[in-house]
């Protein structure tokens, strides 16, 4: 078996622990496997295929980033190929893509991504490519499995850098608002705001009243607590609002969102005279290594995806469904996104140790 591996979409701490996992899973098995450089790229022109033997894949599983190389502008159903008269024309290249699939001997190809990616490759498999999909995202917004690797890494960065606010709000009687990451779903936001004892936090699941926010940042004043700290999800929206964008992107890829914690900031400011200052912590969640818990689950993650090819069950996604790894069909994933659910534990013991969500 020639097996291709695939990278898509943002990166995530855990990529590389997949990517070794697999080699090693299929090196077992006498099997060979190969990296697909930049996403599809590889595949279309674009930097070449990597050989993946042991050796490559030594010493990578807590190494950030990817080996592979990655983009969030590649897919081979839109590829962006310049005309003669200068212009960009999104061409479907997907047929290019299967046939080079096809001339490199490949019997199986490993798609590591999120949403995006994981479209792609079901895309893909209606068109009869022998795929296996890998969940990855820091946002943790991927249907069909518990969690995606990368979203530990990112909760433990975010809740570092929210200790780190504590102190310094603290001795200035400041709030301090800082925007996290996580599209449309406040995985991230939730996650760090309870372990780092964050005072209010605004997700995109609940709409928030800046009228209520700043209520509660008025009663901690009078109880003596002269300091907030207001985490915001970048997908956060005030209710009858929008969430804020910082880019519109073209049509079949993801706008950029951004700029809600500004503007929070600047309205807790004005309506309670507080001294206030915002930051957004942006791509410091998806670099460096990854945890403990995304290593193992990334590791899992890969074996898993071998055993699967293994099995022959292709057109599926591993996924974490506690106890086990299992495989989920990957239609019914694509175009769901898994939000923090409203009864969830999590949100209820925020409310329960005092966190508001501005609601
Ligand atoms: O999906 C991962 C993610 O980091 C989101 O949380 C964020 O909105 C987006 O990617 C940022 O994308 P880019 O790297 O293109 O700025």
Redesign the pocket.
Known sequence: MRIAISTG??D?PGLNAVIRAVVLAAHQRGWQCYGIRRGFGGLLGNDGIMTLNTAAVRGITHLGGTILGTT?RGNPFRWATPQPDGSVAEVDRSDDLIAAFRASGFDALVSIG?DGSLRIAYDLWTKGLPVVGVPK???NDVAGTLVTFGFDSAVTTATEAIDKLHTTAESHDRVMVVEL???DAGWIALHSAVSSSADIVLLPEIPFDIERVCDAIRQREASGRHYSIVVVA?GARPKGGEAMLVERRAAGTVD??GGVGSRVAAAIAERTGKETRSLVLG?L??GGGPTTSDRLIALRFGTAAVRAIAAGSFGTMVAYTPPTISTVPLVDVIGRTKLVPLDSDTLQTARDIGISFGD
């Open positions: 979409g943002g995530a969030n999120g995202t820091i946002d990451m996580g599209r970048e950029r969102l791509h969640q998806r």
